[in-house]
């Protein structure tokens, strides 16, 4: 039999079905089944304990979200906006920044490149278990240092006024990298004349940058601000080990995971919020892809 890039003449037919077949039946079941199911279980009141009831019930846990307990939700919607902004504006300033220190040819700045990117390769819960330990308000090294520059005490991770700043500030320390890396692909991708344009004209760094960097990075800014505001949206995993969503940092994220998965066990009422963050997620989105796009356009 004659052979082929898929194989024989005989196994040339299937091959390239299954390679699309393997990887169509694992998004069936880990895609799209999880997510018709959630929004099938936001319409009951189901546990999500084995053995007990659906409890169809209609619109009764959105009903529910924006009437007996829409304090929690509107709490956890502000902390969620808040948390969102913060961590956008901030890690695209320190990715930008970082990416026009080190957008330099060789060895060390490699280097220094990827120590910053390495964060990023680490486990969300190895993260921000180190950090609550570096945070503990009785054990931990940060604490101990607070006492002996300022003799006094601090909560840290259990101080209302610092817990979602604290956590922010990890969560850029981890992510600000890979934001980094991208906005030096932007930086490789402006054309040197245009800088040797803007010095003939008597422009300095200020001006080059913003009037030359900046508008020309304007593909790179659209993909750092929406990646990071998506990430932002859906991060739960940093602020469970942190701080379990007290002290004012119960994100809408968070405050789905406990309904559903807590102590409460109301997986019905958790799909619900799922369903909530989903529309927030797609207004956000949108509407940042539509307001940046638009810019890309008008430079």
Known sequence: MAGGPFGTRRTRRWIPWASIAIPGIGWLLFGLYPSLATIGYSFTQYSGLPGTPLNFCGLCNYTAAFTALSAQVWESLKVTLIYVVGVTVLQNLVGLGLALLLNRPGRSYTFYRALIFMPQIFSVAVVATMFALILDPVTGPAEKAW??????????????SLALPLVMLVNIWMFAGYTMLIYIAGLRNVPKPVYEAAALDGAGRWRSFL???WPLLAPATTVNVFLTAMGALGEYALILVMTGGNFGTKTLGLYMFDSAFGGTSQLGYGSMLAMLQFALTVVIGGTLLFTLRRREIQL
């Open 147 to 160: 006492q002996a520059v300022f003799d006094s005490t601090t909560a840290f991770l259990g101080d209302s």
């Open 211 to 213: 009037h030359v960097t």
